[in-house]
């Protein structure tokens, strides 16, 4: 599901159905843009596709966005706010999804960027499958672990 | 030089007229036959255009997963949406084409899913199950039968149209 007027309604009606969150990371730079530009387009394509095949138990948060180079500690606390506010709003299971190798934590679930620009469509689509497909192998072996 | 010679009279000019306007009248009835007659896009009752999905000599009696796009237009733009179907042939020899959309929650449900239900289609989500033929597993959480694919065959293409209910389609 979305976050839209649409997705949430029904979200309301099935709340203890949908119990993943999924969080893409967006980051923003001012120096070499081009790469963090194509990290965060590359995790939304992933994000929306992985939510498109789960939707009835995974529920797409808007991004979380920062500045690449906001200080670290702080950052870490910001996202470790959000992730409980969700948890504490009945999500069981939180996955952020990362393009950007920073990030080393647990329950991230990292997509390398593919240099996508010069690939044409249909070699594109399968690569991108594959990191779709291999991320929901990682939901579908977290969600029969805990159960 | 007279300039009598060069007057259209009465009949030429109405002449001229008629044929003229006539003439595009004409066009304008013909030119959407012969583009039917052309087109080589299938539609649907509702005008819907039906897509290309696979080549009939493609489709065996094991249910396989063919994606596709559909154009969608919403308020504001129009987009391509990525769609799927998962299509075999029954026993009878006719295809099925079944929505793989989970009617619990919406998933998308995979053939041969989960080991322990061999040939039945499972929904990764909440453990949601479907025969062959769609029709959900009763003590599982859906409630109806996958829905089904309109489907037309033109040499030896498969198309698709729109996914209905059971009992509709
Ligand atoms: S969405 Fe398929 S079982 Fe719930």
């Known amino acids: 599901m979305k976050w839209t007027v649409k997705d949430v309604d029904a979200y309301m009606q099935a709340k203890e159905y949908v119990d993943t969150a999924l969080v893409p990371l967006v980051p923003l730079a001012c120096a070499n843009v081009k790469a963090f530009a194509e990290m965060g387009e590359?995790?939304?394509l992933i994000a929306n596709e992985i939510e498109r095949?789960?939707?009835?138990?995974?529920?797409?948060?808007?991004?979380?966005?920062?500045?690449?180079?906001?200080?670290k500690n702080a950052l870490r606390e910001r996202l470790h706010r959000w992730k409980e506010k969700l948890g504490q709003n009945?999500?069981?299971?939180?996955?952020?999804?990362?393009?950007?190798?920073?990030?080393?934590?647990?329950?991230?679930?990292?997509?390398?960027?593919?240099?996508?620009?010069?690939?044409?469509?249909?070699?594109?689509?399968?690569?991108?499958?594959?990191q779709v497909e291999q991320a929901m192998e990682t939901f579908i072996s977290k969600w029969t672990e805990k159960n | 030089m007279s300039e009598k010679k060069h007057r259209v009279s009465r009949r030429q000019f109405l002449n001229y007229t008629l044929t003229g306007v006539g003439g595009f009248m004409a066009a304008g009835i013909l030119s959407p036959m012969v583009r039917f007659a052309l087109d080589p896009i299938l539609k649907d009752e509702t005008g819907q255009e039906m897509?290309?999905?696979?080549?009939?000599?493609?489709?065996?009696?094991?249910?396989?997963?063919?994606d596709f796009?559909?154009?969608?237009?919403?308020?504001?733009?129009?987009?391509?949406?990525?769609?799927s179907a998962w299509v075999y042939k029954d026993e009878k020899g006719e295809i099925v084409?079944?929505?793989?959309?989970?009617?619990?929650?919406?998933?998308?449900?995979?053939?041969?899913?989960?080991?322990?239900?061999?040939?039945?289609?499972?929904?990764?989500?909440h453990y949601g199950l479907y025969e062959k033929d769609g029709?959900?597993?009763?003590?599982t959480p859906p409630i109806a039968p996958l829905d089904r694919y309109e489907y037309k065959v033109k040499d030896?293409?498969?198309?698709?149209?729109?996914?209905k209910p059971r009992g509709e389609a």
């Open chain 1, 42 to 44: 590359h995790v939304l």
């Open chain 1, 53 to 71: 095949q789960f939707k009835g138990r995974v529920m797409l948060i808007p991004p979380f966005t920062y500045w690449v180079d906001e200080e």
């Open chain 1, 90 to 130: 009945g999500f069981r299971h939180i996955f952020c999804l990362t393009a950007h190798a920073d990030w080393t934590e647990d329950g991230f679930v990292y997509l390398p960027p593919l240099p996508l620009e010069h690939v044409d469509d249909h070699y594109k689509q399968k690569l991108v499958s594959k």
């Open chain 2, 51 to 66: 897509v290309a999905v696979a080549q009939v000599k493609d489709i065996t009696n094991e249910p396989q997963r063919f």
């Open chain 2, 69 to 83: 796009k559909v154009k969608v237009k919403d308020a504001w733009y129009e987009s391509e949406e990525p769609k």
């Open chain 2, 97 to 125: 084409a079944l929505s793989p959309i989970c009617k619990h929650l919406g998933c998308t449900v995979n053939w041969n899913g989960d080991k322990a239900n061999p040939n039945r289609f499972f929904c990764p989500c």
């Open chain 2, 135 to 139: 029709t959900n597993v009763p003590g």
């Open chain 2, 156 to 163: 030896g293409t498969l198309y698709l149209g729109k996914a």
